[in-house]
């Protein structure tokens, strides 16, 4: 089949929902087009081994032009290239953000009926929560999302550290208050990732109104006057064209959403003219906007072998295998990132840096992890006020984005990870992690933290990485002006919506796999009500 009545071009977390959910509906054809593979490989299934798809040809990295803002390093973001994207290969946290967010985009940004009150009901309808339920949670939706089931000695260790340094404790970072330490909820149940191409879109594979094609690119948009009527893409067989009788529906996110919209005519006019390339709409804001959270992990050596260095060899690695092929527990059962903190660094009532505890040492931004028994207290920011902008290189739909991610640019994202660190080191003070570590391995010894101190500030800039959170770039608003309408229709044109994490007007705080499942949940919702 060439025609279909729901063309979704992106099969990552957000293109999984809103294909299953059309697709379950009955009463329309749906296709899902994604330039990966099927989600074959065993690296994505077990939760451990995510580290290992990082490398794998499921993951793709963007990178950007040399970065003032880094002196002079490339930020480079990884992206899933396979069914499911990145809620295939991430660490599986769990992580909403904050109730002042979405009432910040109402609010703030006029993102009308996307506050806190419109969107909780979506995120529980999702959500089958092995522990928790009302007021915050659901129990009986698609997404698995339980506690860990392997939880790492050095993540108790780092979680009581926390606590001393006055941080409240957290059992649930997605209920009444997101401050504190804790263990965090995963996206993975009984020694198994739970993917949105697991939860949502398995399920309906078997239905006949559902085609799934994967190892097909995307080229552009094609458009009959101002509606979006099909899609080029180059696939195993060659070049065709799939036709949408309905809607098209772009998932593909941050980077290659704006990136097809440019090159099928909705951008900025003055660049697609000068790339000689046809203006269908005139869209200043398509590939602006760009944000994403920035880490700078704080990491000192253990005294002792007990980190996950070396598990992945030998009989360690033999006895971990045997232990998660027998009972499904143990630590190829965990994600790694287990636990982790929300901190207010500014003493204005509302957390402004997440923590990452790991207990392994992460390496130079796009390297892997140091061959040394260390622990990490990884601080990112969670309200990024620097901007970066996407644009095409050329009219060539294979060349890669001119991309400018301006991580820190602003002083003030700068001056949060400063706090974050701080106070990271004050963890690595408190025991009982104080008694387990030895020499700081970053930023070092040498480094101060001090505030007015010269020697920090270039070494987070050379150390600063992204956290894997882009998001922006087709940026939901209410007038004309914005990238999509408030029911995630492009403007100035017809039959066309993009649904994923471009869309959202400024980013969340914390990690965006589950408020991009909630955007597509949505989007099914306004799909249908046009139907």
Known sequence: MTEFDYVVIGGGAAGCVIAAGLAQDGRFSVVLIESGARDKSPWIHIPATFFKSMASRDVAAVVSEPEPSLDGNRFAVPQGRVLGGGSSVNGMIYMRGQKRDYDDWAEVHGCTGWAYQDVLPVFKSQEANTRLGDPFHGQSGPLMVADPIYKHPLGAAMIQSAIATGLPANEDFNGAQQEGAGWYQITAHKGRRKSAAVAFLRPALHLETLTVLTGHQAQRLKF????????????????????????????????????????????????????????IHDAPEVGANYQDHVGAPVTMRLKHPIGVHGADKGLKALRHGAEYALFRRGLLASNLLESGACADTTGEGRPDVQYNFTPFAPGPPGTPPLEVHAVSVNPMTMRPKSRGRLALKDANPASDLHFTANPLDRIEDLDTLRRGIRLARDIFRQNPL??????????????????????????????????FHPSGTCRMGPGPASVVDLNLRVNGVTGLRVADCSVMPCLTSGNTNAPTMMIAGRAVGFILADA
């Open 434 to 467: 104080a008694e387990l570590v030895t020499d700081e391995i970053w930023p070092g010894p040498d480094v101060s933290s001090i505030a007015g101190s010269n020697t920090l500030d270039p070494a987070i800039r050379k150390h600063a990485r992204t956290i």
């Open 224 to 279: 009959k006057g101002r509606r979006a009527a099909g899609v080029e893409v180059i696939g195993p067989e060659g070049p065709k064209t799939i036709l949408a009788r309905k809607e098209i529906i772009l998932t593909a996110g941050s980077f290659q959403s704006p990136k097809l919209l440019m090159h099928s005519g909705i951008g900025p006019a003055h660049h697609l003219t000068a790339l000689g390339i046809e203006v």
